[in-house]
Nanobody, 123 residues
């Protein structure tokens, strides 16, 4: 299984970025997918997830209303649209696959990880 993230970078506070994750080696449209992030000195946290049909989504309170997760099963690609970015959103963002996504508890029991993409938000 390979998960390749792209779209990270440096942006000013208030700006936007869209992360993409292209998956191979798994049946993408049968898998719940998600995004995690890890800031320096902090534990990795679940940011958002989406079930295989796209009918269930979860957002951490810290990103609710600013981030939108989506998927294109025809392209084996997961997205994270990040708007109104804040300096505290600075982290390495990881794509995750073959997990369990629940709207009330977030992504868990992850089996596959991407290599991560850096997002830096300047104040």
């Amino acid at each position: 299984v390979q998960l390749v993230e792209s779209g990270g970078g440096l942006v000013q506070a208030g700006g936007s970025l869209r992360l993409s994750c292209t998956a191979s080696g798994l049946t993408f449209d049968a898998n719940d997918m998600g995004w995690f992030r890890q800031a320096p000195g902090k534990e990795r946290e679940g940011v958002s997830c989406i079930d295989w049909r796209g009918g269930i989504t979860y957002y951490a309170d810290s990103v609710k209303g600013r981030f939108t997760i989506s998927r294109d099963n025809a392209k084996n690609t997961l997205y994270l649209q990040m708007n109104t970015l804040k300096p505290e959103d600075t982290a390495i963002y990881y794509c995750a696959a073959d997990l369990i996504c629940r709207s009330y508890s977030g992504p868990m029991l992850v089996n596959y990880w991407g290599q991560g993409t850096q997002v830096t938000v300047s104040s």
